[in-house]
């Protein structure tokens, strides 16, 4: 595990709790790669093939990055989701590199989508990867009255194809066997424009000829597409079998869903429950209890136990003073930060598997447009609410460079993650309640907006057309549900429990030196006179430096949440809270936002939001008085 | 009579005519349309939604601009 966690939050092979197996794989080892359309259940077919984990939800874009696994039958690899292999979207871009190296091809194609998914199926082909075909969630298709004849596939396809249900773990005994017996055929159902670039001997050199050939100019690609699409529309008219459709609640919702004026009232309505659920219940009940819990009994006991056993006074202050590791660490992380992260994961994964993302994002396209983006780009926004390095890694599914720095930005200056979504809902809850926190929303909006504003008018390129595939409304799985959860909050307490103690440690002894005293000082004509704070809150900017979440924590206690005396009115908490939801970004997602975008991108992203955070706070403390008078 | 998708209305039968360009043409191919198909819209909202039997696909505005169709 890395110093930080993993920011690919269990998709990589330094993550926690060997979600990927770190064993070499060995130089024999065949590479299997898991491939096909977005949304067809392929991390469910890796999940079930290899024993690990990787993410699951229902909306195309799930996986940006590969996971590998090793099994008995090779190494198991499964990839973001491609419509097929061109240069679109950098997650396209991933799954096509993986593919330069790969033995064995999976190819899973949705039964619900045969007609659109074999397209890439005859792309592979057409490239001469030895080829299995699955065809999943043939469940949902029985449900809605289509057939599948496999067996004629086979045969046309000339290529071996297994039907599946991977939720169930049905036909993975099949898809295993086959494994085993290496029971992959490269197909010569070949379409003519390509036969003769084709490279029998080398899979590599064989998909950069056909890639090139598609990328050479339009017409050779739309000649390519076209005969294509003619095998493909040919073949499903056999082997696809529609027998009319059963009257299906789920898909009139999501019908619904699309309607701007229910699609809106359901998004308030969500938006409205997770008030209730965080702000209210968590935070009022679950965290009061656990916290005084703490509080009352665990404290003093661990005080006196270290005041025993270690006299020396800057290790003393460092284990159990007012910063301590054993104090405010422990009640900080298990007291708040557990309870409201568990939550609001959980919200999250709700919202996720059911669908209801791309429908938003298709009610989001007019305004996102706007800002130089297209609908498609809610779905790294809202997954920034969770986390922000995991929003800047799905910002991969966006078209352009463009949309990607923007959407980058957006989320690096004004999404707050759930950490600290958390704590200032249960802030302005005990300040304001729903209305308070509705306009705390509607100010990161407009910095929203704001930002994406500038940054189109400053950036060249138009945002790409939106084109986005709506998965049918599904009730989420009961187990992938509590195992998403589960890994998120693992993933955070693993990447948050070693920063808190390194800032622990660094703040006890800056404070212990006088260090924070004198910060207080420098820092008072921004801190004091600017923002209308106490000098104190310049410990705050301290430890948002690390991680936004634990200056939302320094914020609890000078909001008087901690039974410790509250410092702060209610204005200058509302302040406060927007200062530090537009604080720089934490270091995990800086180091995403480096990795992804450059240095030069992320020095100006986190100078930016230090700026934008001070500039905001000073208009709120000035205009917002009239709410608390 | 012939008109861009991003006209239709919710309820309609497009049957997809031609692409006024090539590029629009392969990036709806591979999302499963194609000319020669027919298309239900479902809704038109400022993206336009139409499925296809059991897929469905929202296309935004501009694009849908360069679709056209025929509609009964
Ligand atoms: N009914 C049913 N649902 C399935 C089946 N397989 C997968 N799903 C659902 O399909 C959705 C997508 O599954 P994923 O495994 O995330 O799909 P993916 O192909 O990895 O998607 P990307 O990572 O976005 O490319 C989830 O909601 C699954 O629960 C199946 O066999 N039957
Ligand atoms: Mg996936």
């Known amino acids: ?629 | 009579m012939q008109k861009p998708l991003s006209n239709a209305r919710k309820g309609d039968l497009c049957r997809i005519i031609r692409f006024k360009d090539t590029q629009s043409k392969t990036e709806t191919m591979r999302f499963g349309l194609s000319a020669g198909e027919t298309v239900k819209c479902i809704a038109n909202v400022g993206p336009i939604i139409v499925g296809k039997n059991l897929i469905t696909i929202a296309v935004g505005r501009n694009l849908a601009e360069k679709i056209y169709v025929e509609c009964e």
């Open chain 1, 1 to 629: 595990m890395s110093l930080f966690g993993c920011p690919c939050r269990g998709t990589c092979k330094d993550c926690m709790l060997g979600c990927a197996n770190v064993r070499k794989p060995e130089k024999n080892d065949l590479k299997i790669v898991l491939a096909g359309n977005p949304n067809v259940g392929k991390s469910v077919l890796f999940n079930a093939l290899s024993g690990f984990y990787t993410e699951i939800s229902n909306f195309p874009g799930t996986t940006v990055d590969i996971s590998r696994a090793n099994t008995e039958f090779g190494e198991l690899i499964d990839t973001p989701g491609a419509y097929s292999l061109g240069n679109y979207s950098d997650d396209e871009i991933v799954t096509r590199e993986i593919l330069k190296s790969a033995d064995i091809v999976v190819n899973v194609a949705g039964a619900l989508t045969l007609e659109r998914d074999l397209f890439l199926t005859q792309q592979l082909i057409d490239i001469g990867f030895p080829l299995i075909l699955v065809v999943n969630q043939v469940d949902e298709a029985r449900k809605n009255g289509v057939r599948i004849d496999c067996d004629l596939l086979q045969e046309d396809l000339g290529i071996r194809v297994i039907p599946c249900v991977a939720t169930e773990k049905k036909g993975i005994a099949e898809l295993t066997a086959a494994l085993y017996e290496k029971d992959a055929h490269i197909s010569n159902k070949i379409i003519p424009a390509v036969k003769e670039i084709r490279n029998t001997g080398n899979i590599t050199e064989s998909l950069l000829n056909v890639l090139d050939a598609e990328a050479k100019d339009c017409e050779t690609k739309d000649k390519i597409y076209s005969q294509r699409k003619e095998i493909v529309i040919e073949l499903s008219k056999k082997a696809v079998k529609h027998c009319g459709k059963n009257f299906d609640i789920l898909s009139i919702i999501g019908e619904l869903l699309l309607n701007p004026f229910i699609g809106g009232i359901a998004a308030l309505g969500l938006l409205y429950l997770l008030f209730q659920i965080l702000g209210v219940f968590i935070a009022g009940d679950v965290v009061d209890f656990i916290f005084n819990k703490l509080d009352s009994v665990y404290v003093p006991i661990i005080t006196k136990i270290v005041g025993k056993i270690v006299v020396f006074p800057l290790l003393n202050q460092i284990l159990a003073g007012e910063f301590g590791i054993l104090t405010m660490s422990v009640k900080i992380v298990f007291g708040v930060l557990l309870p409201l992260i568990s939550a609001f994961y959980l919200f999250m994964a709700l919202l996720e598997d059911s669908g209801y993302l791309p429908r938003l994002a298709v009610l989001a396209d007019n305004v996102l447009n706007k800002i130089g983006l297209n609908g498609r780009a809610v779905i790294p926004l809202i997954l920034g609410f969770g986390c922000g390095a995991l929003g800047t890694i799905t910002t991969r599914i966006l078209g352009s460079r463009k949309e990607r720095t923007i959407a980058t930005a957006i989320l690096g200056v004004t999404i707050p993650c759930a950490a600290q979504q958390g704590i200032i809902t249960a802030l302005l809850a005990a300040i304001g309640g729903f209305k308070v926190w509705l306009l705390y929303i509607f100010i990161i909006f407009v910095f929203i907006v704001l930002t994406g504003t500038v940054l189109n008018k400053l950036l060249k390129g138009q945002a790409t057309d939106l084109l986005i595939d709506l998965p049918p409304i599904r009730i989420p799985l009961f187990k992938n549900i509590v195992e998403k959860t589960f890994f998120r909050v693992w993933n955070f307490l693993a990447e948050a429990i070693p920063l808190f103690i390194i800032s622990s440690v660094m703040i006890s002894i800056l404070n212990f030196a006088g260090f924070l005293k004198w910060l207080q000082q420098a820092l008072a004509p921004i801190v004091v006179n600017l923002l209308h704070l106490p000098a104190q809150f310049s410990d705050v900017f301290v430890m948002g430096l690390i991680r936004r979440d634990f200056a939302s924590v320094g914020l609890l206690g000078m909001a008087g949440l901690e039974n410790s005396a509250r410092t702060l009115s209610d204005l200058q908490i509302l302040t406060a809270s927007i200062v530090v939801t537009l604080f720089v970004p934490c270091i995990a997602a800086l180091i995403v936002i480096f990795k992804e975008r450059g240095i030069k991108e992320a020095v100006i992203l986190w100078a930016g939001t230090f700026m934008i955070s001070v500039a905001a706070g000073a208009i709120v403390t000035r205009t917002m008085g009239f709410l608390f008078s």
